[in-house]
Nanobody, 138 residues
Framework: QQQVVESGGGLVQTGGSLRLSCAASGFTIDHYAIGWFRQAPGQEPEGVSCISGTDDSTYYRHSVKGSVKGRFTISRDNAKATVYLQMNSLKPEDTGVYYC???????????????????????????RGQGTQVTVSS
């Protein structure tokens, strides 16, 4: 059975750090793009980062409303079938449930000069986890 399981969430103060883990099983993670999504209360999930399965290209969300680039770092350890999201300099607006999800091959981020975002929704990924709560207190 193919699945991904998140861990590492918790409560942290503004400026603190957390490292989320996404453990995959039942499929070969090397060939899959792994995305991280964040769902704030009352909002739809939004992609915050992704690492491609073909060449390990990495992508980070940014827009005029805010950015995780420079604060979050995504990485993978294929031997452990695990993808990590290191989150530093956390802000209250980073609060939400964080989901990891897998889809074949490449990430599908559109990146321009003023924005970079996942064109795929969480539901369009093949395998999705149950989520881990991250709360950043002010």
């Amino acid at each position: 059975q193919q699945q991904v399981v998140e861990s590492g969430g918790g409560l942290v103060q503004t400026g603190g750090s957390l490292r989320l883990s996404c453990a995959a099983s039942g499929f070969t993670i090397d060939h899959y793009a792994i995305g991280w999504f964040r769902q704030a209360p009352g909002q739809e999930p939004e992609g915050v980062s992704c690492i491609s399965g073909t060449d390990d290209s990495t992508y980070y969300r940014h827009s005029v409303k805010g950015s995780v680039k420079g604060r979050f770092t995504i990485s993978r350890d294929n031997a452990k079938a695990t993808v990590y999201l290191q989150m530093n300099s956390l802000k209250p607006e980073d609060t939400g449930v964080y989901y990891c999800a897998a889809k074949p091959d490449r990430c599908n981020y559109f990146c321009g000069t003023s924005m970079c975002y996942d064109v795929r929704t969480l539901r369009e990924y093949n395998y999705r986890g149950q989520g881990t709560q991250v709360t950043v207190s002010s």
